[in-house]
């Protein structure tokens, strides 16, 4: 039986495979048929993800988004190795929580370095003549938080808001190249991110949020399914859009 989601022949850059929905990413893309490019800055987080996936024919590269300007070196040494891409996927982030008295330029610069401009500068190169092929994909992690507000989220939230607005005008914009863009905007997923969160938040805070997901916490691999499918056929005419997968949290 024919997989519609099937990615045989594909070559996708993942960031941040080396841990939570970026690892659950590289191997359901795997699984999938896709050779995925793996960028993070834990070799051996990267290694340990290699080794649950399937196929071998898979790369990674060890890099720190921080460094906005060396990227796009690394993208022509990349593209060089493999060929043209047939999609993007960024799953690096940061999700720091300061109350606004504390939200300084310098932090909520910090936030924005990793979450939006690594993402933009990724997908300017990405989108250059002869890096992509045609029908290609880029999907970027938001969150509802974009949406939704909550205590000490200020910098996080408004990045997220920021990703979700340049993808609707990226897609316009590429739509002329036969690439399509979107987000995917999770709530709380069972990952580091979010046992960080709740340890800092004090006891209850988890019992508090299944209060919000009547269908309770998302898996990694739920949010992974969700990318693999922006990235197949069958999403063919799905650009510019904010795929939610809330468990019902923004239902109310």
């Known amino acids: 039986?024919?997989?519609?989601?099937?990615?045989?022949?594909?070559?996708?850059?993942?960031?941040?495979?080396?841990?939570?929905?970026?690892?659950?990413?590289?191997?359901?893309?795997?699984?999938?048929?896709?050779?995925?490019?793996?960028?993070?800055?834990?070799?051996?987080?990267l290694i340990e993800t290699l080794y649950q996936m399937e196929g071998g024919n898979h790369l990674s590269y060890i890099y720190d988004l921080k460094d906005i300007s060396g990227i796009e070196g690394l993208m022509k040494k990349l593209i060089s190795e493999t060929g043209a891409l047939d999609g993007l996927v960024h799953c690096a982030g940061?999700?720091?929580?300061?109350?606004?008295?504390?939200?300084?330029?310098?932090?909520?610069?910090?936030?924005?370095?990793?979450?939006?401009?690594?993402?933009?500068?990724?997908?300017?190169?990405?989108a250059k003549k002869g890096n992509f092929n045609p029908n290609s994909s880029i999907v970027v992690m938001s969150s509802t938080a974009s949406f939704q507000g909550d205590k000490t989220k200020i910098a996080y939230s408004a990045s997220k808001g920021a990703l979700n607005s340049a993808?609707?005008?990226?897609?316009?914009?590429?739509?002329?190249?036969?690439?399509?863009?979107?987000?995917?905007?999770?709530?709380?997923?069972?990952?580091?991110?979010?046992?960080?969160?709740?340890?800092?938040?004090g006891e209850g805070a988890r019992i508090k949020l299944l209060e919000k997901q009547y269908a309770g916490y998302i898996s990694p691999e739920s949010v992974a399914n969700a990318i693999a499918y922006l990235l197949s056929k069958p999403s063919e005419y799905i650009t510019g859009t904010d795929f939610i997968i809330d468990s019902g949290a923004t239902s109310h």
């Open 167 to 201: 993808v609707k005008s990226m897609a316009v914009e590429l739509a002329d190249k036969k690439i399509r863009v979107n987000t995917v905007c999770p709530s709380f997923v069972e990952t580091e991110l979010l046992e960080e969160y709740t340890t800092l938040a």
């Open 1 to 45: 039986m024919i997989n519609p989601m099937d990615l045989s022949g594909k070559k996708v850059l993942v960031t941040g495979g080396s841990s939570g929905i970026g690892r659950a990413t590289c191997i359901q893309l795997s699984r999938l048929g896709a050779q995925v490019i793996m960028m993070a800055r834990n070799e051996q987080k």
């Open 94 to 126: 940061i999700a720091p929580m300061r109350p606004l008295n504390m939200t300084t330029h310098k932090f909520i610069n910090d936030v924005f370095v990793i979450n939006v401009f690594a993402f933009i500068e990724l997908s300017r190169i990405f």
